[in-house]
């Protein structure tokens, strides 16, 4: 059974930084694409970024390029998001994502969500 975890979810004020991660289990992780999605109160999901197989690719939208940066440990099993110069329009549940394919924005499997509050 696929089981994706995420956590680091908080709350910290305008300018600061967060990591999350999420620890992936019942699927061989180096062999899958992965992605972060986040949903904003009363919003539809949106993709922030993903990251191939390996590690060796990504991508990112545009509304969080040059703040965030997606990476992962295939040895540990556990995918990253580290969060720089966080803005109120952050605030959203962030959702790790097993992809289906680098790039498709089409996943199999999510987690449960972390909560991340930017308020000042």
């Known amino acids: 059974e696929v089981q994706l975890v995420e956590s680091g979810g908080g709350l910290v004020q305008p300018g600061g930084s967060l990591r999350l991660s999420c620890a992936a289990s019942?699927?061989?992780?180096?062999?899958?694409?992965m992605s972060w999605v986040r949903q904003a109160p009363g919003k539809g999901p949106e993709w922030v970024s993903a990251i191939n197989s390996g590690g060796g690719s990504t991508s990112y939208a545009d509304s969080v390029k040059g703040r965030f940066t997606i990476s992962r440990d295939n040895a540990k099993n556990t995918l990253y998001l580290q969060m720089n110069s966080l803005k109120p329009e952050d605030t959203a549940v962030y959702y790790c994502?097993?992809?289906?394919?680098?790039?498709?924005?089409?996943?199999?499997?999510w987690g449960q969500g972390t909560q991340v509050t930017v308020s000042s």
């Open positions: 019942g699927f061989t992780f180096s062999s899958y694409p």
């Open positions: 994502a097993k992809d289906l394919a680098y790039g498709s924005k089409y996943y199999d499997s």
